[in-house]
DNA sequence: GTTTATGCAAATTCTTTGCAATACT
DNA sequence: AGTATTGCAAAGAATTTGCATAAAC
């Protein structure tokens, strides 16, 4: 895995604190995550305003991107090492837990190729898959 | 189609105007709507929050659906026919134009099957394709 | 007549913007 | 030194809650 200074550096961003301890989190938890549960988990303390700018500045050099959510929160995960500045892939599989909503991208599923009606044109595609995660099924 | 009137009688809901009226434009309009497309188009005005609380009811109910949205808005399409009290069907395929950011329901298309992990239990599938619509691909 | 829905006011939460101070290259 | 990022205050959306009035059954 890369470290978060290269990662920055690749994508022409300033190598700050709160860019780098965002990037580590994401690193670590295999979760997407909310706004929130950053906010929460970072040991050091940084504004609110400055995660959601830091947030926005990692969207926009697609370093993360959104995850599909039907509690009506924005979660993000870390773009994986197919989004390369050549080649975007963007087909997420994303798999939510009901019990605890957590959320994790599943990497290694691909999308089965869909037909569209007449005139309609693909770019991306998202799928969300609602169920029990394994730590959930088995508690009582 | 059913009416508005037996629809809501059939969920044990209240015949009200602000209930009908935002049914009747859910089966009026084909594509996914939220909360400020509802206000806007509805004739009679109602309040803000009775429309949040119609949703709300609806949702519950099992009358609409949250449709996923990259864009962070909230919004709501009809559930069909085969969402009946006993047996619901909740394999969403939308699509949403990246141009004019509408979001219509492929009810007619089918979500290949998917292989999860061990472990992981599905109960819902829901997939997003994002791209062009017909309408914004004529466009120059 | 009883229960439920609506409208209004206000509170909460989520997100963005402006600007001076600070940190990065 | 010059430019980009941060923190703070405050503004602006989106959504929820409480309560009295009004409508549905």
Redesign the interface.
């Known amino acids: 895995m890369m470290s978060p200074e290269i990662l920055l550096r690749k994508h022409k961003l300033r190598n700050t604190g709160c860019r780098k301890d965002i990037l580590k989190l994401f690193q670590q938890e295999k979760a997407a995550l909310a706004h929130c549960d950053i906010e929460k988990r970072l040991s050091h303390h940084y504004d609110r305003v400055t995660i959601y700018r830091t947030l926005n500045t990692f969207l926009e050099s697609g370093l993360i991107h959104?995850v599909?959510?039907?509690s009506?929160a924005?979660k993000y995960a870390l773009c994986g090492h197919e989004c390369s500045d050549i080649k975007h892939r963007h087909e997420h599989?994303h798999?939510q837990c009901?019990q605890c909503h957590t959320t994790e991208c599943?990497e290694?599923?691909e999308?089965?190729a869909?037909?569209?009606?007449?005139?309609?044109?693909?770019?991306?595609?998202?799928?969300?898959?609602?169920?029990?995660?394994?730590e959930c099924?088995k508690k009582p």
């Open positions: 959104k599909l959510d039907h009506g924005t599989v798999f009901k599943l290694r599923l999308i089965p869909i037909c569209l009606p007449e005139g309609y044109q693909a770019q991306e595609v998202n799928l969300l898959i609602e169920g029990l995660c394994p099924r």
